[in-house]
């Protein structure tokens, strides 16, 4: 598996660190289901076997924090993005 | 019952008759419309589950389904290990179960699984490292498990193969457990099936779950590639696909799917007499009958359903290899593979009731769903049969994530990757 990182081009699997699934958002502490939330948010996974988008950093090259979106099927990468656009857009979401 | 076992005088018998009276060690049929339980996965847990649901809890219509051949998926992918040398009690209980069960499977399939106790040897590198392993051997003798703390002299003897003078993690010592060992894995497969077949277990294969018939909160059977069939309980035991299935009843887990290569090189004459576990890498690695080297390391560390992996843990579990065993960098790599494991969110598996009554779960077992085998069976087989939790399996909840009591043995925290 090779990933085609934003700034450092095509890089070895080797170079990258997966932390998991993107699409996982930090719930609202101060809502009143707030615990069950964070029990979901914590512990519980779709894993699908599929088009998966995951949270992976360039560990060993420029240390950029990424948005992989790949087949966990067959490997296939279908999308790299930067996470911090993909913050930037939820937050625009937010706002 | 004279022709189906197997004994000595059936041997001699049948070699009188020129072999011609073997039978089929199952039936191959097609499902019926209703069964009192229904099993989802034909690995080797849930034939075990299949098996005990017949001789323990004397269930007779039950249906093991499996949507490939049985034991395609990690009962022949894994590396073979049987032990019980964990920490915390809940584990050291349900594993040292099964250590027990199979010292007496043999007698109780009568099949030849090729149990082997050939003793399991974790290395330690560093005084911290040799404290903890204490700790650890202290606990499983505090249950009754054995467990004995080896020397560098015991090492040169026991395996001169290995280096104890690494430059980088030279090897102080070890933690033994003798009864650990290897089991020969398709034969589990096939052991639990003749025998479950015998009481009356259907083993369909070919045969794909594509949902589950619920009927309000209740499960009312599942239907498959080869039409619906009803039951009022059902057992799912496919791990590596746990999340797909039960996301079919509605359900998400506290799972991910990931990817665990395993290797074997070239037949040699003995070399690896025990089961030999690195302590400075997760290396592992042990010796077939055939002469091959057995060896396997970390998961991949992201998300898959592929049943292969990527080169740089090929690489990795290489490197450990020839740290451990200079001699081995000698060796031809004859095939490597991957199998699809369910990583838990705190290295335990589970094995409990879910939200739809009659449904059962049987998932998360990590890198060590093979040596769990027939307690796995067990729990799993008593959970359906009578709808609680098997005293041993107890913790094994899956309400665990919510409540806080997580059995995670290496305190990594719900980070699947890492386990």
């Not at chain 2, 699984?113 to 003798?141: C, E, K, P, T, Y």
């Not at chain 2, 030279?170 to 650990?180: D, H, M, N, S, T």
């Not at chain 2, 395993?262 to 089961?275: C, D, I, R």
């Not at chain 2, 065993?325 to 060796?331: E, F, K, Q």
Request: hydrophobic share 40%.
């Amino acid at each position: 598996m090779r990933i085609p990182c934003p700034f450092c081009g095509e890089r070895d699997l080797s170079e990258f660190e997966f932390l998991g699934d993107a699409a996982l958002q930090r719930p609202d502490p101060t809502a009143p289901e707030a615990l069950e939330r964070f029990v979901d948010y914590v512990y519980l996974r779709d894993n699908p076997q599929g088009i998966h988008s995951e949270l992976c950093q360039h560990r060993y090259g420029c240390r950029s924090w990424l948005v992989v979106e790949r087949d966990t099927g067959t490997h296939d990468i279908a999308s790299v993005r930067l996470a911090a656009d993909r913050s930037a857009c939820v937050s625009a979401e937010v706002a | 019952m004279f022709h189906r076992e197997y004994s000595i005088l059936r041997l001699v018998v049948e070699a009188a008759r020129g072999h011609r009276d073997w039978r089929p060690l199952w039936r191959h049929g097609a499902p019926q419309s209703a069964y009192d339980a229904i099993i989802v996965g034909g690995g080797a847990h849930g034939l075990a589950a299949a098996y005990y649901l017949a001789r323990e809890y004397g269930m007779r219509k039950v249906a093991l389904l499996e949507r490939s051949w049985i034991g395609s998926g990690n009962a022949g992918r894994n590396t073979t290990i049987i032990r019980s040398n964990y920490l915390l009690p809940a584990n050291t209980r349900f594993y040292e179960w099964s250590l027990k069960l199979w010292e007496g499977l043999e007698r109780a399939l009568n099949y030849n699984v090729m149990v082997s106790q050939r003793g399991l040897v974790n290395l330690f590198h560093s005084g911290a490292h040799r404290d903890a392993f204490i700790r650890r051997g202290n606990a499983m003798r505090l249950m009754g498990i054995d467990a004995e703390l080896l020397d560098r002299a015991d090492l040169r003897r026991l395996c001169p193969a290995i280096d104890l003078d690494n430059a980088r993690f030279p090897i102080l010592g070890a933690l033994a457990q003798p009864r650990g060992g290897t089991v020969r894995h398709d034969a589990v497969v096939w052991g639990y099936a003749r025998a479950a077949d015998h009481l009356g277990v259907d083993i369909i294969q070919d045969c794909e779950v594509t949902g589950f018939l619920v009927n309000g909160s209740r499960i009312d059977g599942v239907t498959t590639s080869r039409g619906r069939i009803r039951s009022p309980r059902v057992g799912l035991a496919v791990a590596g696909h746990s999340s797909r299935l039960a996301k079919l009843a509605g359900l998400r887990l506290p799972i991910e799917s990931h990817v665990l290569q395993a290797f074997v090189t070239e037949g040699v004459k003995p070399l690896v007499h025990n089961v030999v576990s690195f302590g400075a890498e997760h290396f592992f690695i042990n010796q077939s009958d055939k002469g091959g080297l057995v060896f396997s390391g970390d998961i991949d560390g992201y998300n898959s359903y592929a049943q292969r992996g990527n080169l740089p843990i090929v690489e990795q579990v290489c490197e450990s290899a020839v740290a451990l065993m200079p001699a081995l960098g000698r060796l031809r790599i004859l095939r490597s593979w991957g199998g699809v494991v369910d990583m838990s969110m705190d290295s335990s598996p589970i094995i409990d009731k879910t939200a739809i009554d009659g449904l059962y779960l049987n998932a998360g077992w990590c890198y060590g769903g093979f040596k769990a085998t027939p307690a796995s069976g067990w729990s799993l087989a008593h959970l359906i049969a009578t709808g609680e939790s098997h005293p041993l399996a107890r913790d094994y909840r899956l309400d665990r994530f919510a409540t806080g009591r997580l059995i995670d043995e290496r305190g990594i925290g719900p980070f699947p990757a890492r386990h």
